[in-house]
């Protein structure tokens, strides 16, 4: 006799399967972490995204600490991101020049999961999991069978591909009738990033309401150009062809000097008409005696300010103070100013300095790890005398 609820999962996998595309509002719940977006999915892994809120305390630890987050929520809110399959379109009201990024780049609110629109793992249910009999549930005012779910192994080992399961137990609720999924519940393993932010009995919970199934419209999956095809478009490229790429020179002679190696590749992102853009090198120095961790560097330098560069340059001109590199006026910032309504910073954490000038319509941001305020400023004036 065959196992009533083996036999509801293999019908959500079948009827996955035969899915073509979906749209639905998706929001996921995490300890702090909550966004809702309103998503698109085409098979085999086309993605649009539309965040409606976005509140991620993890994103925002990062961008106290270190200043790296892309995009402040903010700035997501009100951004449509169209994964292609193998880059993904930024197009925002606010700047109206698309952004082509490589990758999928949808700014995933769980570290280390891919959550937005992901339901592939439909596809092999039985095949993956133990499946038990969760009883029903009344999400959204619609009736949905609740599948319990736990891996039959840790980790799979495929000859060439090794895959693995991030998660201790879950549940999985779907509609009596289309057998989409209503909810989607978690718990991450204990040691993980995700498991460190929670509560120790806390889980993940996935929502998805109104949905809409089938193939959509021809456009839905369509960046959002303007009308006269302006774009920025991102780029990695060596050190030495840089200056070929962007309009603007990028000279590191002065950070070589000091013993500061490039991390190839640079990173650079340039408008269609090649005149705008800006670029991101990272540069390392080996550790000795006196320093044992080394050092690091990242100049970020354009004619462009990108929606990140400006943010930082806002706060270095609004929490920083005025130094002179040679002749130029230049601001400066410790981060740890930025904890002064809190107290003091947890003395483990590393903090970051950085300098900020703008020279003959170019800016330039240069941030440091390992190096004191002092031999920031001589390399930043370095670099201002060079170019």
Not at 121 to 142: K, Q, S, W
Not at 174 to 179: K, N, P
Not at 288 to 295: M, N, R, V, W
Not at 373 to 378: K, P, Q, T, V
Request: aromatic share 8%.
């Amino acid at each position: 006799m065959s196992n009533p609820t083996v036999s509801v999962a293999r019908s959500v996998s079948e009827r996955f399967r035969e899915l073509v595309a979906f749209e639905a509002t998706e929001t996921i719940q995490a300890g702090p972490i909550e966004t809702t977006a309103r998503v698109r999915f085409r098979k085999p892994d086309r993605v649009v995204v539309e965040y409606s809120s976005y509140r991620n305390p993890i994103a925002e630890a990062d961008e106290l600490i270190g200043g790296e987050v892309e995009y402040a929520s903010d700035d997501l809110v009100a951004m449509t991101l169209t994964y292609d399959g193998a880059h993904t379109w930024h197009s925002s009201a606010r700047s109206g020049i698309p952004l082509k990024r490589i990758g999928r780049t949808l700014y995933e609110p769980l570290p280390g999961y891919d959550a937005l629109a992901e339901l592939w793992f439909l596809a092999d249910l039985t095949h993956d999991f133990l499946i038990r009999d969760e009883g029903t549930t009344n999400e959204v005012g619609r009736p949905a069978l609740a599948l319990g779910l736990k891996p039959k192994r840790a980790r799979e080992s495929l000859l060439l591909k090794s895959v693995s399961y991030p998660f201790e137990r879950a549940i999985l609720d779907v509609d009596v009738e289309s057998l989409f999924p209503i909810r989607i519940r978690f718990r991450p393993p204990t040691r993980s990033t995700l498991a460190s932010i929670l509560d120790p009995n806390a889980w993940v919970t996935i929502r998805y309401s109104t949905p809409r199934l089938g193939e959509p419209g021809a456009d839905a999956f369509a960046p959002a150009t303007p009308d006269d095809a302006r774009w920025l478009e991102e780029t990695f490229a060596r050190t030495a062809d840089l200056s070929n790429l962007v309009p603007f020179p990028v000279r590191l002679d002065a950070l070589a000097a000091a013993g500061f190696e490039v991390l190839e590749p640079c990173s650079a992102v340039i408008d269609s008409s090649r005149e705008r853009g800006y670029a991101a090198v990272e540069l390392g120095r080996r550790g000795t005696d006196e320093a044992p961790d080394g050092a690091f560097l990242t100049l970020r330098i354009g004619n462009y300010l990108s929606r990140h560069m400006a943010r930082r340059r806002a706060l270095v001109s609004e929490r920083g103070e005025e130094v002179s590199i040679g002749e130029r006026a230049a601001r400066f910032l410790d981060r740890r100013v930025l904890f002064e309504k809190d107290g003091a910073p947890p003395p483990s954490l590393a903090f970051l300095l950085e300098v900020a000038w703008e020279q003959g319509g170019v800016f330039a941001i240069l941030t440091a790890d390992g190096v004191s305020r002092s031999e920031l400023i001589d390399l930043a004036t370095q670099l201002t005398a060079s170019g």
